[in-house]
């Protein structure tokens, strides 16, 4: 008798709390926290082969984490143009796929007034044809290199100087003096946009929802060396504001992508779906500012 082989779940790895020292310097924070986000990434990697969606999620997660922590240190330790560049490559190639998966397991399923089942199918079959067209990007060459690439980067510190780093480099302070201006900095950026923003702009919307993820991960990344009540309310402050404009967000993708099922033999419901999300967007974008208010107040360090 045969026994029928079914293939393990992918792992899915979510982001972890980084556990850094207070006697750190600012350069092994930033290598202890890099190294734990591009862990994040590399461990997804088999999930995404196998076309998980979830994994694929994390995997981006990973790769945006990674983003916000060296565009914080972008004076102290510049990252290399083509590991830059790598970065952001791979970031649009997952983020293709990831937003028809949201528009297939989350936005769609939203809608009322119709039976979304066949849309949902068609944005399924449509994620799936991208999943397996993402799979030669994962085994490139130039996938390969820039994983290389930010590893060396990490562990060899590669942001040193070849005669090694000067004891007044701002890299070489204690990590706590040299990581509150950074905070302060990406939180005084998404004060900025929120001062400047119309809240039913749905691109500025997505501008604050950016700087909302960077400060706070900024947070986040150093929450072992700030006031511990502090940190916690702040970091839920910013999840909950994110979690508003993410919603928008979403809504804001799927009017942008239901015209390909409209084209697609789904025009009557496509066209209904789109006309509900719009609504659902204005209607989800009342009251904003009261909540974007109340995060510009906010203060950590």
Not at 273 to 285: C, D, E, I, K, Q
Request: charged share 25%.
């Amino acid at each position: 008798m045969e026994t029928e082989f079914t293939a393990p779940t992918p792992l899915v790895v979510k982001a972890a709390r980084v556990r850094l020292r207070r006697k750190m310097r600012l350069e092994d924070a930033l290598q202890c926290v890099g190294l734990h986000c591009l862990a994040q990434v590399e461990a997804n990697l088999p999930g995404v082969l196998a076309q998980d969606a979830e994994a694929l999620h994390q995997m981006r997660v990973g790769l945006r984490r990674l983003s916000v922590l060296f565009n914080m240190f972008r004076r102290q330790a510049p990252l290399p143009s083509e590991l830059e560049e790598g970065l952001d490559w791979l970031s649009g190639e997952l983020g293709a796929v990831r937003d028809w998966d949201v528009l297939a397991d989350a936005s769609l399923p939203t809608v009322t007034g119709i039976h979304t089942e066949a849309l949902q199918a068609a944005a399924r079959e449509h994620a799936r044809g991208l999943h397996h067209k993402l799979l030669p990007t994962l085994e490139s060459p130039r996938y390969t290199g820039l994983m290389l690439g930010l590893n060396a980067w990490l562990h060899e510190r590669q942001w040193r100087p070849a005669a090694g780093l000067p004891k007044d480099d701002p890299l070489a302070q204690p990590a706590l003096d040299g990581l509150v201006p950074l905070v302060r900095k990406a939180h005084k950026r998404l004060r900025k946009r929120i001062d400047a923003l119309d809240e039913n702009d749905a691109a500025g919307r997505h501008r604050v929802r950016i700087a909302a993820k960077q400060a706070r991960y900024a947070a986040a990344f150093f929450r072992d060396l700030l006031p511990k009540k502090e940190v916690k309310a702040y970091v839920g402050s910013l999840s909950s504001l994110q979690d508003r404009l993410g919603h928008l967000n979403d809504l804001a993708v799927a009017g942008r992508l239901l015209p390909v099922l409209e084209n697609s033999g789904h025009a009557h419901d496509g066209a209904y779906a789109r006309g509900w999300v719009g609504g659902a967007a204005s209607a989800s974008a009342h009251g904003l500012r009261a909540a974007l208010d109340k995060v510009a107040r906010l203060k950590l360090a």
